[in-house]
């Protein structure tokens, strides 16, 4: 199983953009109102940072995986150890993203059918997709669809100027500050710096090195610029206080395109890219979780079989969350933000890329 730099380009582009324009407005835009543009600049740049150091670190180890080179860097047990709290965050992620989507399809279209029809419906696909095709069928899905979602979100944005009001955006920073951007950041670098799943990927790509650090990073800024457009575009349409009420403020938008009284309803083709977005990220998800738990448990060669079991507790979990219906600011705030960012997508990459540097040149000393 082998992907290209190209393929991990749109991979990281889908997976950043379609659960992000969706979910991460509303909470940005309610704590730094008109402001929220900046947010955005912020949590680019520290995506940024996340992401730069993720690839530094699987760099050291282009044929390994997180799984592996965290035995190799800390031991046995405490590399084993250490990626617990991956796991449990890709387990979690799943069951999230698959709420999410259900949420989504209840409140545009199919408002009666029952949850664990549309649960179970994506989660075949995927599993199909990723039994069968693995991580090669995911990049070429990624590659196929990643330039049609540009240009219908290019288009998006070209029909929707006549709605825009620039004086929504004003007044610049005297109504918030630091504090609330900041804390607006927070939600959007924290779905950017999901990024660090390439110290999974690393190894599948056919050439690993600086080509592939620059294709995510690339990845990442674009998405950040597209993310800017975004909460742009949606401020300057409803204004802050709509804006921060609305459940999907983006997708609201898409739905005032008008024009020539023949240009309408795009918010089907948008919700059809949409979809797809949320499928190529599921995919990576239940690959590198069947994956990496194949790995963990000494069951390389068995990570097919594995993923029929990942399904069916992603299944279970998600039907959870939906019965609990637990709120998803709860979920984003006392969970994701709190723990996984600081744990997953700071904390681990860091310690494990210093560590490995100590050795490195402990190992170079001693040589010498």
Known sequence: MKINNRQLFWMIMMMEIGINLLISMTATILYAKQDAWISYILAGGAGLVITYVASKLSSRY?????????????????????????ILQWFWVIGLILRDEFLFIRLSVL????????????????????????IEAIGRVSELWGPILMIILALTFALTVNNLNAPML?????????????????????????????????????????????????????????????VLWVIMTFGPAVSGRLQFPFFEMVKLVYLMEFIQNMDIFVMAVWLVCIFVKLSIY???????????????????????????????????????NPPAGLLLKGVWIRYVLPVNMIGIPLFLWLVSAVKANFHTDIRR
């Open 286 to 324: 239940m690959f590198i979780t069947s994956y990496g738990v194949a790995q963990w448990t000494g069951k390389t060669g068995s990570w097919k079989k594995i993923s029929l079991i990942v399904a069916a507790v992603s299944f279970i979990l998600t039907m959870l969350v939906i019965i609990l």
């Open 111 to 134: 408002y009666k059918t029952p949850a664990w029809v549309v649960i179970g419906t994506m989660l075949a696909v995927v599993i199909y997709t990723v039994y069968h095709g693995g």
């Open 62 to 86: 282009p044929r390994q995986t997180l799984i592996e080179y965290s035995v190799t860097i800390l031991g046995k047990w405490g590399g084993k150890l250490i990626v617990i709290p991956f």
């Open 170 to 230: 004003l007044p610049v920073y005297a109504d918030t500050g630091p504090g609330p951007i900041l804390q607006g950041a927070l939600a959007p670098v924290s779905l950017l710096g999901e990024s660090v799943l390439l110290m999974m990927l690393f190894p599948f790509v056919e050439h690993p090195g600086k080509g592939t650090r620059k294709a995510v990073l690339l990845g990442v800024a674009l998405s950040s610029v597209v993310l800017l457009f975004g």
